[in-house]
Every structure is written in structure tokens, then in C-alpha cells.
């Protein structure tokens, strides 16, 4: 046998080896379900049930979807790559993890960083028991009180946009309009700032927003760690947001956070509280509350906020241009409710029932985070079950599937505000079905402040305009799979036209 024969079968036979060696150790653990006697889809080595969401084909919302629409049991297994997650689908079992059971379901499955001070003590990121601190000083930022104070500022923006539209009837994008408006909003309730996002096109803070929820391949693969392969985020310092534009968002809340301890001034706004609760915290608390901690949760307001709000109010005036019906109905309440109490306040926008079952029936179908997840923290016995969560498993929650159940929501992909028409708490009776902002100690802590801006800029815009299909806008919206959020690929673009009758 010649020298270069002997090599070759020595290369075949090390990459046999490593090839084999490689097989066992992805596929070490799919015997876990089996193991336990749990439904659950047959894995591919490397990948396990992952395959479309890593090679980025669907969403992860609309992934979940899919499972949730392969089997009738009431939970059931899958592998991330090569980890075991279980996946709930029965409401009251919800329920027992989202809210019941919460203290051994605390946290998110997400990535924590320490190498980013910032995105460690973001809310959203916190683990417990720290999480619990921190909402519990920053929840009364949130309250009806708080919000109505806030009230005047979102309303005058509202203007503003009408204003901005005024000037730009016809075609839009309706996604970057209400983005503009979302910035200004919390620009201005959570720091005292004016964005100049209608006057500058390419304003600061505009520029800000786009780059933090631009998609590119190196975002989405980033983020995709996040969730999915949290302990990848530690070895190879990833950050969650590109450096640049989370460091011009830091130095912008620092320097009104200081200029307003040197000057004494207040702008009851979120700002205001974070500076007391620097101020006034108590040093013999286990955890303190300054430095990059108060800037973290500055920094939360804006990126919870402005995603969450953008989105609702661009998807509700989809669904309404494509379902002229409902946008006539909510415009009639809207100019009823303002006929009748000389103008627009804080109570009537909060108080108009269609109103709310339009933006209801949009969170249903248009979840901005169209899944949960939750991480045990101890051995937990499911109800009516033989199941053992095991510690550190991950377990999700199909908000999409359930939002889309017909046995819930009859005829699911069509949009019928009329479904809320008793409200919400009707799909929650025995267990959990909707859930658009979360549940149980974890939800959306924005949650108010969103429904509030939502509102009064649906009010503004549908009382002096009339929005309708362009040759653009799409029957049905096809989701980003690069966004771990629900984003439209194209936007959402239709034409404004004005109408005659205006409110006061």
C-alpha cells in the first residue's frame, strides 16, 4: 500500500471518528422525553426541532404556532439545538406557571450579560431575585396617577402627528409614522425631551430607534443567542444592541439625568423618579440603586415603550383600512364621545369601548413578542400530571397558537373586534388563553402607558382622517423571521386621506 494510500484511509477513518463523536454528543439528550413518557417531536441532530427558526425561515411566534398545531395534548416536548424546552398549550396549566406557580417559574430563559452593565439590569433581562426589586421601585412610575400627568404631553404630541400627516396625505408607511410618534412620546414622558422626529426626518433619536430594531443578519443572530443559546452570550461577549447606538442613548439619559440633579428642575416624567429613587434609597437595602443601574432602567422605558407602541397603532390602522365596516364604527364613537364631553380627556379615551375591542383584537393577532418563556427554579410537579419539570428547564408559552385557536377565538384569522365586546377577563375565566402583554408578576410593566398612547393617537388620527388600502398594502402581513418581535417584511404602507369632521 502506497504512503498517500495509508494517509487517505487514516483521514477517512478521523473524520469517521470525529464525525461519530460529533453525533453522540448533539444528540446525547433526545432521550429526555422518552425518558419521561412526554409527546414529543422527533429531533435532528445538531438542530432538534430549531431547524427553520436557526436558518431563520419563520418566526419564532409562528414556530410555536406550529407545534402548538401538531398535537391535542396539553403540553409537550421539544429540543433548542440540542436542549430539552417544554411547551404548555392547556390555559389552566398556563395559568398554574404564569401566575399561580410563579415563584418557581421567576425568569425569562434569556441571556443575563455581566460583560454590559446596561443590559444586565434591564427589567426585561433581570433574574430573580433582583427583578423583584427593581419593578417593585419602578411600577409606581405607572400608575393611573402617574399616567394622567402624562396625559397632556402625549395628547399635545398627538397633534403633532395629525399635524405631520396634514402634510403627507396619500401613500405612507404607516409602521414609520407611528414610530415617530412612539419616539416623541417617550422621549418626551420619559425624559423631558423633544425628539424633533415630525420637523427632522432623520432626527437623533429617529435614527436611534431604526438602529436598534434593525434586523440585520448580524443583529439577528445576536439576538437569536439571547434567547436561544444564552450561555454562547457569555463566552463570546455578545451585546444585544449595537455598542454605538446603546452608548449614544446612555450618554443622552446621563446628561439630563445630570444637568436635572444640578439644577434642582423636575419634568414629572419617568426621569423624576429615577432621580428620587437614586436620592433616597436606602443604603442598609442588599441592593442599591445608581450608576448604571438608574440609566439600565431609562434605557428599558425607551425600548419597551417605542416598540410595543409603534407596532399597535400601525397594525390597528391596518386591519381598520382593510375593514372599512369597524373604522366607521370606532370614528362614530370617537366623534361621539368628543361631541358629548367638549373634547378629548384622559377618561374618554381610556372609556371608549370599541375603541379598546379594536386594539384588543389587534394584541390578538398581533402580539409584539408572540411568545413567553419562563425558566424553573426548582423540581415542580405538574398539575394532573406524571411530569417533573426538572430545575433550569425551559418551558414556553404559544401565545400565538393560543391567539389563533379557533376553539377560542372562532374564525381566528379574521379580525372581529366584536370578540371583546364583553372584554378580556372572559377568555381568562379558568385559565389562560389571552395574553397579549404577558402574565402573572412578569407582565408587561409598560403595559398602561402602551394602551394609553395607543389610544390617543388612534383617537387623533381616525377623527381627522380616513385610512384605506393602497396598491402596496398586503392581504395578509409576511413576518420578518430575522425579528424576534412580530415586524412586517415590507411595513405597512396605505393611503391617509383627510375627512372633514375634527375634534376639539
Known amino acids: 500500500m502506497s504512503i498517500t494510500s495509508s494517509w487517505i484511509i487514516d483521514l477517512v477513518i478521523l473524520f469517521a471518528t470525529v464525525s461519530l463523536v460529533a453525533y453522540k454528543y448533539a444528540t446525547r439528550k433526545f432521550d429526555y422525553w422518552k425518558k419521561r413518557n412526554v409527546y414529543h417531536l422527533k429531533p435532528l441532530p445538531f438542530i432538534g426541532n430549531f431547524k427553520d427558526v436557526s436558518l431563520f425561515k419563520v418566526t419564532i411566534g409562528e414556530w410555536l404556532k406550529q ?6 395534548e396539553p403540553y409537550f416536548g421539544i429540543f433548542v439545538y440540542d436542549e430539552p424546552h417544554l411547551v404548555i398549550k392547556d390555559p389552566q396549566l398556563i395559568k398554574q406557571i404564569l401566575v399561580k406557580d410563579a415563584n418557581s417559574f421567576p425568569d425569562r ?9 446596561i443590559i444586565a439590569n434591564l427589567l426585561f433581562f433581570q433574574k430573580s431575585p433582583n427583578w423583584k426589586v427593581y419593578r417593585s421601585k419602578i411600577s409606581p412610575a405607572f400608575t393611573s396617577g402617574k399616567l394622567k400627568l402624562m396625559f397632556h404631553s402625549i395628547n399635545e404630541i398627538s ?6 400627516i396634514e402634510k403627507h396625505l396619500g401613500d405612507i408607511e404607516a409602521k414609520e409614522v407611528c414610530a415617530k410618534f412612539s ?3 417617550i422621549a418626551r414622558c420619559a425624559f423631558g425631551l423633544k425628539a424633533h422626529c415630525f420637523e427632522d426626518e432623520n432626527a437623533a433619536f429617529r435614527k436611534v430607534g431604526r438602529r436598534l430594531f434593525d434586523f440585520s443578519w448580524r443583529n439577528a443572530i ?3 443567542a439571547y434567547f436561544f443559546r444564552p450561555d454562547w452570550v457569555s463566552w463570546l461577549h455578545l451585546d444585544f444592541f449595537d455598542k454605538q447606538v446603546s452608548d449614544y442613548m446612555i450618554e443622552v439619559f446621563s446628561n439630563v439625568m445630570k444637568q436635572r440633579e444640578d439644577t434642582n428642575t423636575k419634568g414629572n416624567d419617568f426621569l423624576d423618579m429615577l432621580i428620587e429613587l437614586k436620592k433616597n434609597q436606602d443604603l442598609k437595602e442588599k441592593y442599591s440603586f445608581e450608576g448604571n443601574k438608574v440609566i439600565a432602567q431609562a434605557f428599558q422605558f425607551f425600548l419597551a415603550g417605542f416598540e410595543t407602541t409603534s407596532s399597535l397603532i400601525s397594525f390597528t390602522l391596518y386591519e381598520l383600512c382593510k375593514n372599512p365596516k369597524y373604522q366607521n364604527t370606532v370614528r362614530e364613537e370617537i366623534k361621539t364621545t368628543i361631541d358629548k364631553d367638549g373634547g378629548i380627556t384622559y377618561e374618554n379615551v381610556m372609556g371608549m369601548k370599541y375603541l379598546d375591542m379594536c386594539v384588543q383584537e389587534s394584541l390578538r393577532m398581533y402580539p409584539v413578542l408572540p411568545f413567553l418563556d419562563r425558566r424553573c427554579n426548582a423540581e415542580y410537579k405538574l398539575p394532573n400530571s406524571d411530569l417533573v419539570v426538572e430545575k433550569g428547564l425551559p418551558v414556553y408559552i404559544p401565545m400565538f397558537g393560543l391567539h389563533f385557536d379557533e376553539k377560542y377565538f372562532p374564525d381566528p384569522l379574521k379580525y372581529k373586534p366584536e370578540r371583546f365586546e364583553n372584554g378580556t377577563n372572559v377568555y381568562n375565566k379558568d385559565g389562560i388563553v389571552f395574553m397579549p402583554f404577558g402574565e402573572g408578576p412578569r407582565i408587561c410593566i409598560g403595559e398602561r402607558f402602551g394602551l394609553l398612547a395607543t389610544k390617543l393617537a388612534l383617537v387623533r388620527i381616525l377623527s381627522e382622517f380616513e385610512v384605506v388600502r393602497n396598491m402596496k398594502t398586503p392581504d395578509v402581513i409576511d413576518f420578518t423571521p430575522k425579528s424576534f418581535i412580530l415586524q412586517s417584511k415590507i411595513g405597512l404602507p396605505m393611503k391617509i386621506k383627510k375627512i372633514t369632521s375634527t375634534p376639539a
Open 67 to 72: 407545534m402548538y398545531d401538531s398535537t391535542d
Open 109 to 117: 430563559t434569556n441571556a443575563a450579560p455581566q460583560h454590559n452593565e
Open 159 to 164: 397633534q403633532n402627528l395629525n399635524r405631520y
Open 183 to 185: 419616539t416623541e412620546a
Open 222 to 224: 445576536i439576538q437569536s
